[in-house]
């Protein structure tokens, strides 16, 4: 008989990563894929106009680059979105975290890859929700995005439709094809 070791979100800090990129699920690492290169200009342009937005307005801060935060304690689940934007009066407890800020970001957006599942991208989201976050965008690259709020259905929108949300974003506001980079 096998026995499961879970990690905590301290241990799990203090592991060399050796090149792999890894989440925490409920104590269990989880190898990710590394990005392919659509992914990644997604991610960078999706990541930049929310930043801009978050320094033109002061709102807050943006994170990329898979950020952890800690959604779940006992057993610990660690997660990052591709690009996450904390309010204003959150970031410096971000900051301040020994490891990982212990609540889920304010609105995060994830990029679809060949690799996720829609189950998985919503199961993601789902633990998001869990630990605080308002908003989430799911972008399909070059074809949709997919707008959820905790308790509701998602809205899918199309490439000319806009992305909006006052209420976490307030002034923030494009496209969806202002999104994805052209080729």
């Known amino acids: 008989m096998a026995i499961k070791v879970l990690l905590t979100a301290e241990e799990f800090a203090d592991l060399p990563d050796g090149g792999k990129e890894y989440e925490l699920v409920r104590g269990e690492l989880v190898e990710m894929?590394?990005?392919?290169p659509r992914h990644g200009a997604v991610t960078i342009?999706?990541?930049?106009?929310?930043?801009?937005?978050?320094e033109r307005t002061g709102a807050g801060q943006c994170f990329s680059n898979d950020t952890g935060f800690i959604l779940e304690?006992?057993?610990?689940?660690?997660?990052g979105p591709d690009?996450?934007?904390?309010?204003?009066e959150r970031v410096q407890a971000a900051y301040d975290a020994r490891t990982w800020p212990e609540f889920g970001p304010d609105f995060v957006i994830e990029v679809r890859s060949?690799?996720?599942s829609w189950r998985e991208i919503r199961e993601k989201i789902a633990m998001f929700f869990a630990a605080g976050t308002l908003l989430a965008l799911v972008l399909e690259p070059d074809k949709f995005g997919e707008v959820h709020r905790p308790g509701?259905?998602?809205?899918?929108?199309?490439?000319n439709d806009t992305f909006s949300a006052e209420d976490v974003l307030p002034g923030f506001e494009c496209k969806v094809s202002d999104f994805f980079p052209k080729l």
């Open 33 to 36: 894929s590394r990005p392919k």
């Open 45 to 54: 342009r999706a990541g930049r106009l929310a930043d801009e937005w978050a």
């Open 73 to 79: 304690r006992g057993p610990d689940t660690v997660r």
């Open 83 to 88: 690009v996450a934007f904390v309010r204003k």
């Open 114 to 116: 060949p690799s996720n």
């Open 152 to 159: 509701q259905e998602p809205i899918r929108l199309e490439l």
